[in-house]
């Protein structure tokens, strides 16, 4: 199989889809690999590193798109992108298409098969492909939020940790999940008083017995999520429904009990937010104010430390994309009902069961895309 892969040009993103690695393993396989010039120079790994490990250097995405049977991204495909789509093509990276009816329209029309990392699932329940960059995530969301609170840009001007004699700012940590528990270790070892809010009680006993200590837990109801986020100085949303477009946690009418400089971060912004006021922002201009709190609301945070993404990320595709390009999808996707559950496009149908429901459309089964 021909797998290749683009330069990302969403803003400031700087991960590659293939490493080195990656590229090196593939081409052991007997797959062709075409990379665009300059696409992992972001991550730190230029063209020799991939032509060392047998791939191919192509000079423009056109060349990559035209060429490959597999297209393998980070982001979302832009407009642009969407349009070198083909029928028959197979496109592998993250989507987020719930929010985002463009997007959907556009892969729809382009015939291409299209699995999403974001609704790979394993055998536990887990999701494994957007796992680590949810571990980043999460463990930036208290650093960007530190700078958030800072007054220059607008913040409440708290430290984090405080210092003797003055408290430390609390951190409400909304969603325990992956991203939710890193957060919250991470803001508590920034000395922040921390407190992590979920619905599932088996997930807050375990949070307790395994960071008792460490940060606190509460249940989410919605009168205890807003009195816990009114008496915070930030606020880090970390609910995911995987494929779906994330619950919005704070209306727009509770962010007038919040404290005057307060922050929001967003890490669920790419499912469309988990706060009413959430617009997605960039690196290059990362925080706005709605009614006096501070928003961050990147979309690609993981995106600020590109090269311990790019290789966490391919460490964890790698084994998908091998199987996508050894088997072929459908024969990959028949073998392995978790790589199924990653399918949200094929031939023009949506057959990701969430996302046909937040747009309104129709949705084959997986198991018919299969035939």
């Known amino acids: 199989m021909k797998i290749g892969c683009p330069k990302e040009i969403k803003p400031q993103e700087f991960r590659v889809g293939i490493t080195p690695n990656a590229a090196l393993e593939a081409v052991s396989h007997g797959h062709k690999v075409l990379?665009?010039?300059?696409?992992?120079?972001?991550?730190?790994?230029?063209?020799?590193?991939y032509e060392a490990a047998g791939a191919n250097i192509l000079g423009t995405a056109q060349d990559v798109f035209a060429q490959a049977d597999m297209i393998v991204k980070v982001k979302e495909?832009?407009?642009?992108?969407?349009?070198?789509?083909?029928?028959?093509?197979?496109?592998?990276?993250?989507?987020h298409l719930a929010p985002d009816p463009e997007q959907t329209h556009d892969l729809i029309e382009s015939g291409a098969t299209c699995i999403a990392y974001e609704t790979v699932t394993d055998r536990s329940g887990g999701l494994p492909l957007l796992?680590?960059?949810?571990?980043?995530?999460?463990?930036?969301?208290?650093?960007?939020?530190?700078?958030?609170?800072q007054k220059a840009n607008?913040?409440?001007?708290?430290?984090?940790?405080?210092?003797?004699?003055?408290?430390?700012?609390?951190?409400?940590?909304?969603?325990?999940?992956v991203v939710g528990t890193h957060a919250a270790r991470i803001a508590a070892g920034m000395g922040?008083?921390?407190?992590?809010?979920?619905?599932?009680?088996?997930?807050?006993?375990?949070?307790?017995?395994?960071?008792?200590?460490?940060?606190?837990?509460?249940?989410?109801?919605?009168?205890?999520t807003i009195e816990l986020a009114s008496q915070a100085e930030?606020?880090?949303?970390?609910?995911?429904?995987?494929?779906?477009?994330?619950?919005?946690?704070?209306?727009?009418?509770?962010?007038?009990?919040?404290?005057t400089g307060a922050a929001l971060v967003d890490v669920a912004i790419d499912q469309g937010g988990c706060f009413e006021t959430s617009k997605a922002t960039t690196h290059q201009d990362p925080i706005y104010e709605v009614d006096g709190i501070m928003h961050y609301c990147v979309a690609n945070m993981p995106g600020a430390v590109a090269r311990?993404?790019?290789?966490?990320?391919?460490?964890?595709?790698?084994?998908?994309?091998?199987?996508?390009?050894?088997?072929?999808?459908?024969?990959?996707c028949a073998d392995d009902p978790h790589l199924l559950a990653g399918l949200n496009v094929h031939a023009g149908h949506v057959t990701y069961e969430a996302v046909g429901k937040a747009l309104g459309l129709d949705v084959m089964s997986p198991e018919d895309a299969l035939k």
Request: charged share 15%; aromatic share 6%; net charge positive.
């Open 154 to 177: 607008g913040g409440r001007g708290v430290l984090m940790g405080g210092v003797p004699g003055v408290g430390p700012a609390r951190v409400a940590v909304i969603g325990g999940g």
């Open 234 to 259: 930030m606020i880090i949303g970390a609910v995911l429904v995987p494929g779906a477009a994330a619950p919005k946690l704070i209306t727009r009418a509770q962010l007038s009990e919040l404290k």
């Open 131 to 149: 796992a680590p960059m949810s571990e980043v995530a999460g463990r930036l969301a208290p650093q960007v939020g530190a700078w958030t609170l």
């Open 308 to 332: 311990t993404s790019t290789i966490a990320l391919g460490n964890a595709t790698m084994p998908f994309m091998l199987a996508l390009a050894d088997k072929g999808w459908k024969k990959a």
């Open 35 to 49: 990379i665009e010039t300059g696409a992992g120079v972001g991550a730190g790994f230029d063209d020799s590193a």
């Open 77 to 95: 495909p832009q407009a642009v992108e969407r349009k070198m789509l083909r029928e028959g093509q197979l496109l592998f990276t993250y989507l």
């Open 192 to 224: 922040a008083d921390v407190t992590v809010l979920d619905r599932s009680l088996p997930r807050l006993r375990y949070l307790d017995d395994a960071f008792g200590g460490v940060f606190k837990t509460s249940f989410a109801s919605a009168g205890n």
